[in-house]
């Protein structure tokens, strides 16, 4: 596209113009980035993020929705990787900014690349890492109950997307030699794998999710997502699994230095279906997503041949107060320490829980369950040890969202072995 054409659909009035830069600046302070999946389409526009073949108001007044998280803005996956402005591969209200400025002084290199702070902005590029911050673990035993101090690591997922049908029609997906079907009725369910484990349903803002477990076999663990009542994805235990068509997938990689370096689960979604907390309409009561980090952390164990562990509720009222006291800042993450300076071992003494061996672990950040054990996995101060140590055989866990806080979400788990066990 040549420079005068977009000129001449684009710039806007300069008093208008300026007035929306303001605007836009204003929004920088009160939005966090959002990750976004960069094309790799090279030719693509920097700045279309309406995806109409130039640059526009409308194209700022879109981005501007997108980053207060409008989910009616209608924003696409291309206008997405339209619109990272300032090559930071993050969409954020600076590119709002950015964009705002751009159009308001027309700056085009002759090819009709914007031009930003001087610079031509850099071509779009293929990128699949989101990253989040965990708090590292302190596993303790009998033998020794000094907490240690910990730093944050980094959790990384790989997404893959393949086009999407607005209403992919019903099919059967193999999981682990597992026959696993997509868009029929959820009650259709039962008759297909037999009574379930347990079932929650919750309510998001675009639909109500039902999550339906199976979980007979840990080893071979379905987690079925069910969107107002139709079956829409599903998340299980294996290592491979072929992506249907019309579904976005994230593959859960153990790629720790001790790991196995293959994928040990899969999470399948259809467009537009999402389980990440911050689209809950009710976010006080997170008992659901503890359950689904329980039977995902048996499911792991299972198939890498460890027993499995028991549900504590004893367990899960201390995870629970330990993720509460980190969110409101009264506890001490680094040293494990709850509010008024209480250490694990004592918490769950006060509990009632006789213990002879104990490990907590604690994140922050991650906005869904199976992200979460994701990240612990992939810890390298210690997170996993708990989750795959044969010495524990009770498991309590506990997720806390506060929307004033510092990451919003928190989640701890309690793993433990009583004397008489």
């Not at 030719?43 to 526009?56: H, M, P, Y």
């Not at 009616?72 to 709002?96: K, Q, R």
């Not at 006291?325 to 918490?347: F, M, N, Y």
Request: glycine content about 8%; proline content about 5%; overall charge negative.
């Amino acid at each position: 596209m040549k420079q005068q054409n977009i000129l001449k659909a684009a710039v806007p009035t300069a008093a208008a113009a300026c007035v929306l830069t303001a605007i836009g600046c204003a929004l920088v302070y009160h939005f966090a980035p959002q990750l976004f999946p960069v094309s790799s389409d090279v030719s693509a526009l920097c700045g279309d993020v309406n995806v109409d073949s130039k640059i526009t108001i409308a194209d700022p007044v879109m981005l501007a929705r997108y980053c207060a998280e409008d989910i009616t803005c209608g924003i696409t996956e291309d206008g997405l990787s339209n619109s990272d402005i300032n090559g930071d591969h993050f969409v954020t209200a600076e590119d709002t900014s950015a964009l705002l400025h751009m159009l308001a002084f027309g700056k085009f290199t002759p090819d009709g690349k914007p031009i930003i702070n001087g610079t031509t902005a850099p071509a779009v590029t293929d990128s699949t890492e989101s990253s989040e911050t965990v708090t590292e673990t302190t596993e303790t035993t009998t033998e020794s109950l000094a907490a240690s101090a910990e730093t944050s690591d980094t959790a990384l997922e790989t997404t893959v997307t393949e086009p999407i049908e607005p209403n992919p029609p019903a099919e059967s997906v193999t999981v682990g030699g597992i026959s696993v079907p997509l868009g029929i009725s959820a009650q259709d369910l039962t008759g297909i794998f037999g009574t379930p484990d347990e079932q929650f349903e919750m309510e998001y803002r675009n639909s109500t999710i039902l999550y339906t477990i199976f979980a007979d076999d840990p080893a071979h663990t379905v987690i079925m997502i069910s969107s107002d009542n139709i079956v829409s994805g599903f998340y299980a235990i294996c290592t491979e699994c072929a992506l249907p068509e019309g579904y976005e997938a994230t593959q859960y990689i153990d790629s720790h230095a001790d790991g196995t370096g293959e994928q040990y689960a899969v999470l399948i979604l259809r467009e537009g279906v999402s389980i990440d907390v911050r689209d809950l309409i009710n976010q006080s009561d997170l008992y659901s997503y503890a359950k689904l980090n329980y039977y995902a952390v048996n499911g792991l164990r299972a198939a890498r041949g460890i027993p499995t562990l028991k549900w504590s509720n004893p367990g899960a009222a201390v995870a629970l107060k330990f993720a509460r006291d980190i969110a409101d800042g009264e506890g001490d993450a680094s040293k494990h320490l709850g509010a008024g300076g209480v250490p694990t071992d004592q918490r769950l003494l006060d509990a009632g829980i006789d213990w002879c061996a104990f490990g907590e672990n604690l994140d922050m950040g991650y906005t869904d369950p199976f992200a979460a054990l994701n990240g612990w996995l992939r810890s390298t101060k210690g997170h996993r040890k708990p989750i795959l140590s044969e010495k524990y055989k009770n498991i309590g866990i506990g997720f806390v969202y506060d929307a004033d806080s510092e990451y919003k979400i928190y989640g701890a788990q309690e793993f433990f072995t009583l004397f008489d066990e």
